[in-house]
């Protein structure tokens, strides 16, 4: 069975840091593609970051110099580190095991909430 289970989130005054976590289960976690997404309320769900099981990694412009995508392949997880916060990336925040090929899997975690706020 598969599971990807993030934690990390919480209140963060606009300006602060989070580290967010992903720890997955299930999976030959090396070979997938590993991202993270979000979703604010009433908006749809946006990339955030990814790394390929190479190390190559993307940004959404919105995050790109305030955030950072990591992976250990020995612990599994992917990490998300989050600094100089602002309000706008106040959602619930996803993570994500892709990979192509033959035989194309896609999952999925529960997320979890980061709330920038004062």
């Known amino acids: 069975q598969v599971q990807l289970v993030e934690s990390g989130g919480g209140l963060v005054q606009p300006g602060g840091s989070l580290r967010l976590s992903c720890a997955a289960s299930?999976?030959?976690?090396?070979?997938?593609?590993m991202g993270w997404y979000r979703q604010a309320p009433g908006k749809q769900r946006e990339l955030v970051a990814t790394?390929?099981?190479?190390?190559?990694?993307n940004y959404a412009d919105s995050v790109k110099g305030r955030f950072t995508i990591s992976r250990d392949n020995d612990k599994n997880t992917v990490y998300l580190q989050m600094n100089s916060l602002k309000p706008e990336d106040t959602a619930v925040y996803y993570c994500?095991?892709?990979?192509?090929?033959?035989?194309?899997?896609?999952?999925w975690g529960r997320g979890t909430q980061v709330t920038v706020s004062s």
């Open positions: 299930g999976i030959m976690f090396s070979i997938y593609t």
């Open positions: 790394i390929t099981s190479g190390g190559s990694t």
């Open positions: 994500n095991a892709a990979r192509g090929g033959p035989f194309p899997r896609d999952y």
